[in-house]
């Protein structure tokens, strides 16, 4: 790989402090980006060449938005090391495209989520994800990296730990509380085995929970639910923030429990808002269909 792409990913890693997850990304755009340009030193690319590359048939439309903002981002790294004196990249702008409001569950579905009923050990550790997911609108990631130490029963809340290893309090309700609870005293040690861990969820095999293994057991309990919307363990971040804000909760409150570094991030969940008062406005009386 190119010299100065190492250099940047490494900055990337160690000053930015960015998560593995997001790495990989712009390690996977940035090689495609070397392999496109076959060689040619990508410090004497100019504003058209990139352009070509951006606009290039395999790449689709929306993908091209984060591309640009991988490869703004490396030049502008190689502006502030001195290796170049301009970024090529500045002056690009794609069309702005029309955002995609995520999916989220209805309170009444997310009832049927949650309404397990336990026959198996497994059962109780699945009531506890869901309850905890639900209750703190956290990322699977964190879901799954959640270690005993980081929950506190007797202040009834989680440190979760988020992108760039930023450190933040959630508290839990009742439910999430109770059955974390009832999982962690009277069911974790069945699924350990002979094993020990720090972290909470254990999979049947002892070992911590992956993300792909909640993602199995999720589409399995939705089925089970009768849900047939695409559910992801996004979607129950996106259902929390939703029927928080949509119950009158103040959208920087919202922000500071998502760990969102952004107000705009969260400002997508008053368009969510927006579009459920407007699907429930075809019940007013007086509304007219033409």
Same mark, same amino acid.
């Given at each position: 790989?190119?010299?100065?792409?190492?250099?940047?990913?490494?900055?990337? +890693?160690?000053?930015?402090?960015?998560? =593995?997850?997001?790495?990989?990304?712009?390690?996977?755009?940035?090689?495609?980006?070397?392999?496109?340009?076959?060689?040619?030193?990508?410090? =004497?690319?100019?504003?058209?060449?990139?352009?070509?590359?951006?606009?290039?048939?395999?790449?689709?439309?929306?993908?091209?938005?984060?591309?640009?903002?991988?490869?703004?981002?490396?030049?502008?790294?190689?502006?502030?090391?001195?290796?170049?004196?301009?970024?090529?990249? +500045?002056?690009?702008?794609?069309?702005?495209?029309?955002?995609?409001?995520?999916?989220?569950?209805?309170?009444?579905?997310?009832?049927?989520?949650?309404?397990?009923?336990?026959?198996?050990?497994?059962?109780?550790?699945?009531?506890?994800?869901?309850?905890?997911?639900?209750?703190?609108?956290?990322?699977?990631?964190?879901?799954?990296?959640?270690?005993?130490?980081?929950?506190?029963?007797?202040?009834?809340?989680?440190?979760?730990?988020?992108?760039?290893?930023?450190?933040?309090?959630?508290?839990?309700?009742?439910?999430?509380?109770?059955?974390? =609870?009832?999982?962690?005293?009277?069911?974790?040690?069945?699924?350990?085995?002979?094993?020990?861990?720090?972290?909470?969820?254990?999979?049947?095999?002892?070992?911590?929970?992956?993300?792909?293994?909640?993602?199995?057991?999720?589409?399995?309990?939705?089925?089970?639910?009768?849900?047939? =919307?695409?559910?992801?363990?996004?979607?129950?971040?996106?259902?929390?923030?939703?029927?928080?804000?949509?119950?009158?909760?103040?959208?920087?409150?919202? +922000?500071?429990?998502?760990?969102?570094?952004?107000?705009?991030?969260? +400002?997508?969940?008053?368009?969510?808002?927006?579009?459920?008062?407007?699907?429930?406005?075809?019940?007013?009386?007086?509304?007219?269909?033409?």
């Amino acid at each position: 790989m190119n010299k100065y792409i190492e250099k940047y990913l490494d900055y990337l +890693q160690f000053e930015k402090k960015l998560s =593995k997850n997001t790495l990989l990304s712009y390690n996977d755009n940035l090689k495609k980006f070397t392999i496109f340009f076959n060689g040619i030193d990508l410090l =004497k690319l100019d504003t058209n060449e990139i352009r070509e590359f951006l606009y290039d048939e395999s790449i689709v439309a929306r993908t091209r938005a984060h591309y640009l903002t991988v490869i703004n981002s490396f030049y502008n790294y190689l502006v502030s090391e001195n290796i170049i004196k301009t970024n090529p990249v +500045q002056t690009i702008k794609l069309p702005k495209l029309e955002k995609k409001l995520p999916e989220f569950l209805t309170i009444e579905e997310v009832d049927k989520l949650l309404n397990i009923v336990p026959t198996k050990i497994y059962d109780y550790r699945n009531i506890a994800m869901m309850e905890t997911l639900y209750a703190t609108g956290i990322r699977v990631s964190e879901l799954v990296n959640m270690k005993i130490s980081d929950i506190d029963f007797n202040e009834c809340i989680i440190k979760i730990f988020g992108k760039g290893s930023k450190e933040r309090i959630v508290p839990i309700n009742e439910s999430a509380y109770n059955a974390l =609870k009832d999982y962690i005293d009277n069911y974790r040690l069945f699924l350990l085995k002979t094993k020990s861990s720090e972290f909470v969820f254990i999979n049947n095999f002892g070992n911590k929970i992956s993300r792909q293994g909640f993602f199995k057991i999720l589409k399995k309990l939705c089925k089970d639910a009768g849900i047939n =919307k695409e559910v992801s363990p996004h979607t129950l971040r996106h259902s929390f923030a939703t029927h928080l804000l949509n119950n009158g909760a103040n959208l920087r409150v919202i +922000q500071t429990l998502l760990g969102h570094s952004n107000i705009t991030t969260t +400002q997508i969940y008053t368009h969510l808002s927006n579009e459920s008062l407007k699907n429930d406005y075809k019940f007013h009386p007086r509304n007219k269909e033409d």
